[in-house]
T-cell receptor
Framework: AQKVTQAQTEISVVEKEDVTLDCVYETRDTTYYLFWYKQPPSGELVFLIRRNSFDEQNEISGRYSWNFQKSTSSFNFTITASQVVDSAVYFCALSEAQDYGQNFVFGPGTRLSVLP | DAEITQSPRHKITETGRQVTLACHQTWNHNNMFWYRQDLGHGLRLIHYSYGVQDTNKGEVSDGYSVSRSNTEDLPLTLESAASSQTSVYFC?????????????FGEGSWLTVV
């Protein structure tokens, strides 16, 4: 069965610090997709990134970067020079191929607090 | 712009009442999902649908039902609301049967059962 673990329940950093959010997944499939979502204090869930299992290149988008390593089944998310607006709960998710439909599993989330 | 909307956004109801949360998406997505979010439990899948007339139970389906009569809507019904169903409910949708499709969420519905 697929599973997503985010071992860090809560993280606090001071503004401008770099912070890495860990995500470890379990799957028996060779084809799968990994996602990160952000949930700011206002409550909505915002899609950040999608990565397929065949693309291990790291991705960078502004201050955000993602490190995908199949060898350790990890898909970690780093925020560089954190800002107060980065304060949110971040969810990692895994989607496996199915004969019918889509099976999406979320991790428990990591609450990031960026202090001024 | 296409979107996914939920209503009501906030509701207080009494134990035992039937409650329906609406979800409407304009992306023409085949897949629709209902999740609940509770402290300590993250996001848990209640029901999902892969197309019109298709509905399936998720991890925490007891006490809930859904129906899919068209592509755009997946209303969630609490047959007899219980205090344990006080939660934030998120509707979501994705395009098709490919596992790489991104799931997009509505804004959430805050339900309090008193």
């Amino acid at each position: 069965a697929q599973k997503v673990t985010q071992a860090q329940t809560e993280i606090s950093v001071v503004e401008k610090e770099d912070v890495t959010l860990d995500c470890v997944y379990e799957t028996r499939d060779t084809t799968y997709y990994l996602f990160w979502y952000k949930q700011p204090p206002s409550g909505e869930l915002v899609f950040l990134i999608r990565r397929n299992s065949f693309d291990e290149q790291n991705e960078i988008s502004g201050r955000y970067s993602w490190n995908f390593q199949k060898s350790t089944s990890s898909f970690n998310f780093t925020i560089t020079a954190s800002q107060v607006v980065d304060s949110a709960v971040y969810f990692c998710a895994l989607s496996e191929a199915q004969d019918y439909g889509q099976n999406f599993v979320f991790g428990p989330g990591t609450r990031l607090s960026v202090l001024p | 712009d296409a979107e996914i909307t939920q209503s009501p956004r906030h509701k207080i109801t009494e134990t035992g009442r039937q409650v329906t949360l609406a979800c409407h998406q304009t992306w023409n997505h085949n897949n629709m999902f209902w999740y609940r979010q509770d402290l300590g439990h993250g996001l848990r899948l209640i029901h999902y649908s892969y197309g019109v007339q298709d509905t399936n139970k998720g991890e925490v389906s007891d006490g809930y039902s859904v129906s899919r009569s068209n592509t755009e809507d997946l209303p969630l019904t609490l047959e007899s609301a219980a205090s344990s169903q006080t939660s934030v409910y998120f509707c979501a949708s994705s395009e098709g049967q490919h596992s790489g499709n991104t799931i997009y969420f509505g804004e959430g519905s805050w339900l309090t059962v008193v």
